[in-house]
Structure formats: C-alpha cells, structure tokens
C-alpha cells in the first residue's frame, strides 16, 4: 500500500519595496545593485556581481536616480584611470537605511511565520505582536561595535540620527543573541537608571552615556517626577524618573537644556526572534 505523499509545509514570505508617488524605487535587488557599485566603484563590475547585464543595470539606475529627489548614483572624473561611479551620500544613506529596514521586515515575517501558519490554531495578531516590557526607554537601532572583554563585552548601537549607546554584555549573551555588526537590536533602559544633568560642557564623567538634548515635559508626582528630554540627534526622547527636590535643584522645565547620563550595565539588548 502506497502511503500518501506528507505535503509540504505552509511558509510565509514578503519583500520590501520603496516607493516615490506611488511609484516603485525598487526592492531588495536594486539597493544591492547600489551596494555593488559602492563595493566596486563601476557599473560592470556591479553588474556582473549581481548577474545583471549592463544594459539592465545601467537602465536600473538611471530609473532610480530619475525618481529620487536628488542623484543616487554619479560618475567621478579622474586622471589616467579614467574616473568611477559612486554612490553619492545620499545613495549611501538610503543603502544603509533600506538595510535596517529589510532586516526588521524578515525578523518580523519569521514572527508571523512562526505564530500564525498552524491553521489548527486561532490567529492571534496582538499574541504575536505583544512585547511587554517595564523599561520606558527603548530605542532600534545597529550595532556598530563590539570590543570583546575577559569578563564582558562591550556592545555599540547606533541609532538612525547617530546617537550612540553602549551597553555591556557577557560573551555568552553576545553569542546568545546572535550579536554582530550591523545586526538590528533593541536596547531597553528603565527611566529609573537614567540620570539627568545640566551644564555638563567641559565636565568629565565616567559613564560611557550621554545623551544631550532639551526637556520637553516635566510631569510631578509626590515624590518624583518624570522627565522627558528630547534628544538633539532626532532619536526621539528619553525618559528619566527624579526627585522634586532635584527638578527644583536643576531648575527643568520645558526648554532647558539637560544631558540624560546612564550606566553601561543599566542597558539591556534584546533581539527579535
């Protein structure tokens, strides 16, 4: 007896595009055609490295640099060399940010893959979705760094405004979480280890964290009151929880100007599946 044929299980899978007015940019592909010609400083090399012709690679980026509201892709002249092509800055700005983008988009087409494909279950979008945490601080970005230690390591995340957070990690969580340049991390920081000061210029301190920026909100309780500082890169804001007697002390209000400082070890990394 023939025993029947296991069909092959359900997947999930998506891809990214960019768009201008509606119209496509392009997706994973044509930013690794840009890729490749920062890499390699011509069309045909880049070509070739991502199996296009030369026509096809060519039309591509002159597609892309007709929609985008300024060139992606320009020629350099040169000497005896002849010159090369390079990505212009913000070329380069949209590679590196369209990375960050396509890694979240496949953490979170794997979570949806991995929660929703058994049809034997109900569909539960806030089950997969719900990422409950105490820290009120949490901040996506790359890691930049890692400088391995005897006992810890010490992790460098980059956020998209190029603030800068570091954080220290044992090697085995570094190895747990898969942690290596350019992976996207989430660094969760509770408002009570962020402390706030002002007038820092020329001050030296030991906490490797600094983050300046302005209060934005100053919200009292009986005791404390919680301070929300808009940082100066654009990162969005940072919340730290004082004492009356320091928001007095400090003189915060909305306007002036303050620096959020925190430990490296008050910093927790976290990963998507």
């Known amino acids: 007896m023939r025993r029947p044929r296991k069909a092959p ?8 595009w960019l768009t201008i007015g509606g119209t496509a940019l392009g997706g994973r592909e044509r930013v690794e055609l840009l890729r ?3 890499e390699t400083g011509s069309i045909t090399r880049a070509a070739q ?43 380069a700005k949209l590679v590196e940010r369209f990375g960050q983008l396509d890694a979240v988009h496949r953490r979170f087409v794997t979570l949806l893959e ?29 890691v930049s760094a890692i400088r391995a ?21 044992t090697p085995q969580s570094t190895a747990a979480l898969g942690l290596r340049t350019q992976a996207t991390v989430i660094a969760l920081l509770k408002s009570s280890a962020v402390l706030v000061a002002t007038e ?20 009292p309780g009986a005791v404390n009151a919680e301070v929300e500082i808009e940082l100066d890169s654009g990162d969005g804001r940072i919340v ?8 007095e002390a400090l003189g915060l209000a909305p306007g002036v100007r303050a620096t959020a400082v925190f430990d490296v070890a008050n910093v927790i990394l976290a990963v998507t599946a």
């Open 9 to 16: 299980a359900l997947g999930l899978d998506g891809a990214v």
């Open 114 to 142: 991995q929660g929703s494909i058994d049809l034997d279950r109900d569909f539960s979008l806030l089950g997969i979705l719900n990422m409950r945490t105490s820290a009120r601080n949490q901040f996506v970005g790359t």
């Open 240 to 247: 730290a929880i004082v004492t009356q007697p320091s928001v």
């Open 200 to 219: 820092l210029e020329g001050a030296r301190l030991s906490a490797r964290n600094q983050l300046a920026g302005t209060v934005r909100a100053v919200t």
């Open 36 to 38: 490749a010609v920062a």
């Open 49 to 91: 490295a991502v199996g296009l012709s030369y026509k096809g690679a060519w039309e591509a980026i002159e597609a892309m640099n007709g929609l985008a509201r300024e060139p992606l892709v320009e020629r350099r002249a040169g000497g005896r060399g002849g010159g090369a092509t390079q990505l212009t800055p913000h070329g």
């Open 149 to 169: 230690g005897a006992v810890n390591d010490e992790v460098e995340l980059t956020l998209p405004g190029g603030t800068r957070i570091v954080a220290q990690v």
